[in-house]
């Protein structure tokens, strides 16, 4: 059975550490401990407090540190403008290994800078959005769809 009242402890300390001005790697190094430790208590509602949080990139890549994510990845764009390959990685379904994913991306960066370089025009480098790129990495991680 799952412990849905770890939200009244966790969302109170981190509202705590946003209000003193906590520096980022504070907060994500204290609220990932506590996350971890709620999550060793069976939290199972974790996605409702990181949805409160969303607004605090620290926050969120503490739930993102203890795997922890929305479904529909709302909380990634931050951490995937940080470190695509680390996000990504992370959000790969476990039927695929650490190496394939590695091999796809750098394959896949290494097309896109051929392509980017092929562009002579602002039309063309348009059709390269950020939701097409995203969509092919979540096909790669997960051909499925399991993600």
Same mark, same amino acid.
């Given at each position: 059975?799952?412990w849905?009242?770890?939200s009244?402890?966790f969302? *109170?300390v981190?509202?705590? %550490?946003q209000k003193?001005?906590a /520096?980022?790697n504070? !907060?994500r ?9 709620l999550?060793?208590?069976?939290w199972?509602t974790?996605?409702?407090?990181l949805e409160?949080?969303?607004d605090?990139p620290?926050?969120v890549?503490a739930?993102?540190?203890r ?13 995937l403008?940080?470190? *695509?390959?680390?996000?990504l %990685?992370?959000?790969?379904?476990e /039927?695929?290994?650490? !190496?394939a994913m590695v091999?796809?991306?750098?394959a896949?960066?290494s097309?896109l ?5 092929a ?6 480098l348009?059709?390269?959005?950020r ?5 092919w ?11």
């Open positions: 059975m799952g849905n009242s770890a009244r402890i969302d *109170p981190a509202t705590a %550490l003193a001005n /520096d980022d504070t !907060k190094t204290v609220l990932s401990g506590l996350i971890r430790e999550q060793d208590g069976d199972d974790e996605d409702e407090s409160d949080f969303l605090d620290a926050i890549s739930f993102a540190d795997n922890v994510h929305l479904s529909d990845r709302r909380c990634c764009a931050r951490e403008d940080a470190n *695509p390959r680390q996000v %990685l992370a959000m790969r379904h /039927d695929v290994s650490e !190496k091999e796809a991306l750098d896949y960066a097309h800078a051929r392509t980017l370089r562009c002579k025009d602002e039309v063309r348009s059709t390269l959005s939701p097409d790129i995203v969509a990495a979540a096909d790669v991680i997960d051909p499925q769809g399991h993600v």
